[in-house]
């Protein structure tokens, strides 16, 4: 049974980075053919895949988000991060790494708010 | 950003069904038979409930289904129970280089 885990500070001041990372367990993220990933969710509103990374290709990105978004991958601790650069209050959210299996999401995290504020 | 539109809300009683639509456009829904479809209850992590349009993961009740026709998914619930209730939300594959669009969610109450 795949679990994924989520941590990182819970509150970010306004055009710093943000900087979360999920640790997988039960499982290799160096698994052949898999997808790991990013989804938020701002408080009352609908998720927004944030993007994804495959374990051996290019990382794939929100188009909104593309210039301040990186994901990447820790095979060496079975971890992957996500940084998102010069944050505003409309970054926050509560974040959920997710692992993206044909187009939908089998696994999810239980997810960590992170609120952007001074 | 552009969504699948979904209503904000549906509602039955216990033992009824809800059908719950998700529409989208050539792009999306009716482009792929890339729909997924998400129970969410407050303050808890979404849950995979049907892939692939129609395919239910191991563990999902049978009174879940999807469908689809043309650029419309559709989700049903029969035999509502009160531990339905909870937020839903589809999520489609798309053109382009966003991978994926999702819906704007709908509200299942269970009267």
């Known amino acids: 049974q795949l679990h994924l885990q989520e941590s990182g500070p819970g509150l970010v001041k306004p055009s710093e980075t943000l900087s979360l990372t999920c640790t997988v367990s039960g499982g290799s993220i160096s698994g052949s053919g898999t997808f790991w990933g990013w989804i938020r969710q701002p408080p009352g509103s609908r998720p927004e895949w944030i993007g994804h990374?495959?374990?051996?290709?290019?990382?794939y990105y929100n188009a909104t988000l593309k210039s301040r978004v990186v994901i990447s991958l820790d095979t060496s601790k079975n971890q992957f991060s996500l940084r998102v650069m010069s944050v505003t209050a409309i970054d926050t959210a509560v974040y959920y790494c997710?692992?993206?299996?044909?187009?939908?999401?089998?696994?999810w995290g239980q997810g960590i708010l992170v609120t952007v504020s001074s | 950003q552009s969504a699948l539109t979904q209503p904000p809300s549906a509602s039955g009683s216990p033992g009824q069904s809800v059908t719950i639509s998700c529409t989208g456009t050539?792009?999306?829904?009716?482009?792929?038979?890339?729909v997924s479809w998400y129970q969410q209850h407050p303050g808890r992590a979404p849950k995979l409930m049907i892939f692939?349009?129609?395919k239910r993961p191991s563990g999902v009740p049978d009174r879940f289904s999807g469908s689809k026709s043309g650029n419309t998914a559709s989700l049903t619930v029969s035999e509502l129970q009160a531990e339905d209730e909870a937020d839903y939300f589809c999520i489609s594959r798309i053109d382009g280089g966003n991978v994926y669009v999702f819906g704007t969610g709908t509200r299942v109450n269970v009267l």
């Open positions: 990374i495959h374990n051996r290709g290019s990382p």
């Open positions: 997710v692992r993206p299996h044909d187009y939908a999401f089998d696994d």
């Open positions: 050539t792009r999306d829904v009716g482009a792929y038979n890339y």
């Open positions: 692939e349009v129609t």
